[in-house]
């Protein structure tokens, strides 16, 4: 069983953002797809979570209108497109998966924002 982020990196403020969560091993369909993300000396918080048909998306308030989350069930892969990125965006990104009796995480992916 894995889960394997990619995508993140340094960017400018403004600039745009594409992470991707690979997932082998196990049915991803039937399980929704969640973003969190960690910074330095904060808890881990939600970021965006999809159900495992790819609808009901839902997103943290400090991040609607700029994430979008999405998931290709036929790729076992979770997208987070992120557009205009702020400073405070800085963080390390992980994804899970997460049925009725179990939960899996990956390893997560830097994203940092700075000029």
């Known amino acids: 069983v894995q889960l394997v982020e990619s995508g993140g990196g340094l960017v400018q403020p403004g600039g745009s953002l594409r992470l991707s969560c690979a997932a082998s091993?196990?049915?991803?369909?039937?399980?929704?797809g969640s973003w969190y993300r960690q910074a330095p000396g904060k808890e881990r918080e939600l970021v965006a979570t999809i159900s495992n048909g790819g609808g009901s998306p839902d997103y943290a308030d400090s991040v609607k209108g700029r994430f979008t989350i999405s998931r290709d069930n036929a790729k076992n892969t979770v997208y987070l497109q992120m557009n205009g990125l702020k400073p405070e965006d800085t963080a390390v990104y992980y994804c899970n998966a997460v049925r009725w009796d179990r939960i899996y995480w990956g390893q997560g992916t830097q994203v940092i924002v700075s000029s």
């Open positions: 091993g196990f049915t991803f369909s039937s399980y929704a």
